[in-house]
């Protein structure tokens, strides 16, 4: 049953990652939602004009691309990954996508420095021509421990400061609960950070259960649905509220932790979490504690 949800809520095609690009777009409809954070690897199976067509027809906004870079060599050139990147952003541009996400890339062998330039070269390129199509690029920090073929910055403040050499209107970034959504300092230094914050993506952690699991097999995401585990959801919702944070809000939930799922009950649950008789709930002035991680 069709459940109406807020207009800023959006799903990752990563979270239903066993369906088609036209399942995605047809079925988050059918569950009541509007926007959509869209897979690149998707489209591309689906064929970028035929998506563009569904989009439009199913009224269908577009939360995030995901994603563009690489451009420490991760499989690719740095040149290959330039015109990827650009490939990227002309999407972005004809989906009239929120923003385009952006992965620097692993380490690769490179000495810190040495990627951070490589990273700072290719952002000096894409810059400009994202702004020249009307796309604003949002860097994803991620915590490195987890997320090393993903980047090589080893904290959130190697991600935040390097975000300062760009202007705010070409380059924001994302926040991650399941990434930061423990993280004390964050959530009190979020008043200085708001204004480039360019989306949300929303995933729980049960960090019990995923220390035992983690045991077996080692680094792996292990995002939970929304009330599954301890990430203190609301507090991050009612402080980016009172902040004045307009921006979206995306459901990314994916890994060992929902390869079972139902995909038609995971889009419900978020539904009914962020559907307006919850909303004001979930908004309430008075957080939960942080909990530091």
């Not at 800023?8 to 954070?37: K, P």
């Not at 990227?88 to 062998?109: D, F, M, V, Y």
């Not at 690029?137 to 080893?154: I, K, R, S, V």
């Not at 890994?255 to 038609?264: E, M, P, Q």
Request: net charge negative; glycine share 6%.
């Amino acid at each position: 049953m069709r459940t109406d949800v807020n207009s800023r809520v959006s799903v990752c095609q990563f979270s239903t990652y066993r369906w088609s690009f036209h399942e995605d777009v047809v079925r988050y409809a059918t569950h009541g939602f509007d926007s959509i954070g869209v897979w690149r690897r998707k489209i591309d199976d689906y064929g970028a004009p035929a998506a563009i067509d569904l989009l439009y027809e199913s009224k269908m906004t577009v939360s995030s691309v995901h994603w563009a870079g690489g451009f420490t060599g991760d499989g690719q050139s740095f040149s290959d990954s330039i015109e990827d990147a650009i490939e990227s952003i002309q999407l972005a541009s004809q989906l009239n996508a929120t923003c385009l996400i952006i992965h620097p890339g692993s380490r690769n062998g490179h000495t810190t420095s040495n990627a951070f330039r490589l990273f700072n070269s290719a952002l000096s390129i894409l810059v400009p021509i994202a702004a020249d199509y009307g796309v604003k690029l949002a860097l994803e920090p991620m915590l490195n421990h987890q997320a090393a073929a993903w980047t090589f910055m080893e904290s959130l403040d190697h991600s935040l400061e390097f975000m300062e050499k760009f202007p705010a209107q070409n380059l924001g970034w994302v926040f991650d609960t399941y990434h930061f959504g423990f993280d004390a300092e964050l959530f009190e230094r979020l008043d200085d950070l708001v204004q480039r914050l360019e989306i949300v993506q929303l995933a729980d952690r049960d960090l019990l259960i995923e220390k035992t699991y983690k045991s077996r097999q080692g680094n792996v995401s292990y995002r939970k649905p929304l009330g599954e585990g301890q990430v203190p959801i609301e507090a991050w919702l009612s402080k980016l509220q009172r902040l004045g944070y307009a921006g979206g809000y995306e459901l990314e939930v994916h890994g060992s932790a929902v390869d079972g799922v139902d995909y038609h009950s995971l889009l419900d649950s978020f539904a009914n979490y962020f559907s307006p008789a919850s909303i004001n709930a979930l908004l309430d002035p008075q957080p939960r504690k942080i909990i530091a991680q």
